[in-house]
């Protein structure tokens, strides 16, 4: 079964402050990354996806990948009491049409 | 914008009941998957669909059957519904040839 890790958290960071996401994933030959947000009750929201090596920025979000460590990473700068939420890492790969879901990291920014 | 509309938001159902859920897109996209979301164990897929009449299971198909008769529609059925299929049912949707998957708004399931 390929895996996706992350730590489940709560990650507490103040208001303003740069919040740090992570995530390993199990299988080198995964193909694409993406990052969700889910708030409580809700369904998961696409934020942020990545293919390749680097870094990828979108406004207040950067998510970073090393396929070589097998690491995919979401920074968010900046953070505010609205990005509170729980993230989600996914990985597409080679062959299969669905993805891999960890079982995400609760964020809580404290204003 | 992307639109994917789920038949109910909260779903209570007795043990035993045949129960249907169902997931409309208006975009006309080809993929359509079905997960379970339970806490401490993250999205679990169930079946997704590549076409119309056209389904594969996913990790945990057990205890489900799915029905794609139109392009725009997808639907779960639980045969015969059990405790331990209470959970957040959730429906996504991707076009062919793209990898973003995109979200329904859930179904939260009990059956007691």
């Known amino acids: 079964q390929k895996e996706v890790e992350q730590n489940s958290g709560p990650l507490s960071v103040p208001e303003g402050a740069i919040a740090s996401l992570n995530c390993t994933y199990s299988d080198r030959v995964s193909q694409s990354f993406f990052w969700y947000r889910q708030y409580s009750g809700k369904s998961p929201e696409l934020i942020m996806s990545?293919?390749?090596?680097g870094d990828k920025e979108d406004g207040r979000f950067t998510a970073q990948l090393n396929k070589a460590s097998q690491y995919v990473s979401l920074l968010i700068r900046d953070s505010q009491p609205s990005d509170s939420a729980t993230y989600l890492c996914?990985?597409?790969?080679?062959?299969?049409?669905?993805?891999?879901f960890g079982s995400g990291t609760r964020l809580q920014v404290q204003p | 914008d992307v639109k994917v509309t789920q038949s109910s938001r909260y779903l209570v159902k007795r043990t035993g009941e045949k129960v249907f859920l169902e997931c409309v897109q208006d975009m006309d996209h080809e993929n359509m998957f079905w997960y379970r979301q339970d806490p401490g164990l993250g999205l679990r897929l169930i079946y997704f669909s590549y076409d119309v009449k056209m389904k594969e299971k996913g990790d945990i198909p057990e205890g489900y059957s799915v029905s794609r008769e139109k392009k725009e529609r997808f639907s779960l059925i639980l045969e015969s519904a059990s405790t331990n299929q209470t959970s957040m049912y959730l429906c996504a949707i991707n076009a062919r040839g793209a990898y973003e998957q995109y979200f329904g708004p859930g179904t939260r399931l009990t059956v007691t």
């Open positions: 996914a990985v597409r790969d080679t062959g299969r049409r669905a993805l891999t």
């Open positions: 990545i293919y390749s090596n």
